[in-house]
């Protein structure tokens, strides 16, 4: 009897060992970070900026305390990696400027991506990450692209920033007309963007940004913005794609215009780059 519970015991702690080794690979074939096989394009020549949060604690407006945030990994890594191979110049720039705060979790065994560890181990990235251009500093109009990274700490400065927002604007009305966009809470910091007659810039466009399911799924309804909610007040265009929990669904929307593309949450943000790219190219300019 005893020995059948010594082997009961083992099994499972085998079967448990299994599961915890293959545990990435089955979140990943259920949506996780799904590779991208779409179309690519070279852009030598081309500059892009991503931008990213300067805010590093989850916690309620006005407290201090709590578990460490910041942008999510794969929203900085995964677009950076998809513009820098494509020949572009690519600079980081945050709200505060400084040391851009990466969310700990997100650079977990289960989060991580390919383009996550290379950055861990890429001198010249993690250079530019830890000595982030403060948005004040930098011409948004000198790019050829905007990509306005993610995570919980973009829902505490990307929507409140004015700075941000008049840059966003600037950028639009460039005569090269750069494709602007972002990923997850990114998006935010498009909400206050405003046209030439002071109308909301994004009022009437196709856009998406990480749904409201997937926040209340996550339990994480503490942050100050929402995009689908903040989106939906701007008059945004919403759209989402939805899974058994969306922390596995994926969605990418390029507006009829084709200024702006936007991606769901962190599965979208290597084809959201992809995408940004390929505008970029069919404009010939």
Request: some cysteine; hydrophobic content about 40%; overall charge negative.
């Amino acid at each position: 009897m005893k020995k059948k519970l010594l082997i009961g015991l083992a099994s499972i702690v085998v079967l448990t060992f299994i599961v915890v080794l293959a545990l990435p690979t089955i979140m990943h074939k259920a949506g996780l970070h799904p590779e991208y096989t779409g179309a690519t394009v070279e852009l030598p020549g081309k500059r892009a900026l991503i931008v990213t949060t300067s805010h590093n604690v989850l916690a309620a407006v006005g407290e201090t305390e709590g578990p460490a945030t910041g942008v999510a990994a794969s929203e900085l890594t995964n677009p950076y990696y998809a513009f820098l191979d494509g020949g572009m110049e690519v600079h980081v720039a945050s709200i505060k400027g400084g040391a851009v705060p990466i969310a700990p979790d997100s650079l977990g065994r289960l989060t991580a991506t390919p383009e996550t560890r290379r950055y861990l181990e890429d001198p010249i990235f993690k250079a530019k990450v830890e000595n982030s251009i403060q948005i004040d500093e930098i011409d948004f109009t000198d790019y050829d692209i905007i990509f306005l990274a993610g995570g919980w700490g973009a829902a505490y400065d990307m929507g409140y920033s004015p700075l941000l927002a008049r840059e966003v604007s600037r950028a639009y009305y460039a005569e090269h007309e750069p494709v602007i966009g972002g990923v997850c809470h990114g998006v935010l910091g498009l909400i206050n963007a405003k046209d030439k007659s002071g109308k909301l810039l994004i009022a009437g466009r196709a856009m998406t940004g990480v749904s409201d399911k997937q926040i209340k799924e996550l339990k994480i309804e503490i942050t100050p913005q929402h995009p689908e909610t903040e989106l939906r007040k701007a008059g945004a265009l919403f759209e989402s794609q939805t899974a058994f929990r969306d922390l596995f669904a994926t969605h990418v929307v390029v507006d009829k215009e084709r200024r702006f593309v936007t991606g769901q949450n962190q599965n979208s943000a290597t084809e959201t780059a992809h995408k940004m790219m390929l505008v970029i190219a069919e404009q010939g300019k």
